[in-house]
């Protein structure tokens, strides 16, 4: 068997029982394996200080090195204030800097948006689609995926158990693991 592209997923929320936390892992679970999915919470990524960017923390550098030893980058997010969380953006400010040298760049990108309401986070999605451009890879466009009403797709121990819901993720994941192998060639 070749070796499986590793995909950093960077968890939109902190919430301890956050639904895109679970929905990162489950399609950690489900993936091919072509994919091994790394799921990244940002708990521990201090906030992004442009007078930091001489001396960066370690935590900074930690996030950044696990990107650039990454072949893909998966977006799993709620949506706050119709766009993405602020722990969110500031990951996304911290893995593109130093000018130039962005550490998302060349990374086949993914985004999952999602809500317990009925749109899915897609402001959220829409949000990533206008800033990723100019320091990601290239953003795989079909399917789209904006994920509605997962307040109730869960048990209490975190596990999937909404069946349309196993459906959508895996077809998204396995499209995904597609788009990661024609852009890694
Ligand atoms: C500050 C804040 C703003 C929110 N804004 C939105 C929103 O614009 N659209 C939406 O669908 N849900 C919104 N919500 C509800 C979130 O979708 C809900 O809290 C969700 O559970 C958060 O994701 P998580 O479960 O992964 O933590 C908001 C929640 C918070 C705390």
Redesign the pocket.
């Given at each position: 068997m070749t070796t499986p592209h590793n995909v950093v997923v960077i968890?939109?929320?902190?919430?301890k029982?956050?639904?895109?936390?679970?929905?990162a892992n489950a399609l950690a679970k489900m993936a091919p394996d072509t994919l091994k999915l790394n799921v990244v919470t940002l708990h521990d990524l201090s906030f992004f200080n442009q007078d930091l960017e001489a001396t960066p923390p370690a935590d900074w550098l930690a996030f950044r090195e696990k990107l650039q030893k990454s072949n893909a980058v998966l977006f799993v997010t709620?949506?706050?204030?119709?766009?993405i969380?602020g722990v969110l953006k500031n990951a996304i400010d911290v893995g593109s800097r130093p000018y130039g040298k962005s550490s998302f760049n060349g990374k086949p990108t993914g985004i999952v948006s999602?809500?317990?309401?009925p749109?899915?986070?897609v402001?959220?999605a829409k949000h990533l689609q206008n800033i990723l451009p100019g320091i990601s890879g290239q953003i795989m466009q079909q399917p789209e995926i904006y994920l509605t009403s997962?307040?109730d797709a869960f048990d209490d121990k975190g596990a999937l158990v909404k069946e349309p819901l196993q459906k959508t993720l895996k077809q998204y994941v396995d499209a995904f693991a597609a788009f990661v192998e024609k852009q890694n060639k």
């Open positions: 968890v939109g929320s902190l919430r029982e956050s639904f895109t936390l679970k929905i709620p949506e706050y204030n119709r766009s969380p999602n809500s317990p309401g749109l899915g986070g402001n959220a997962v307040g």
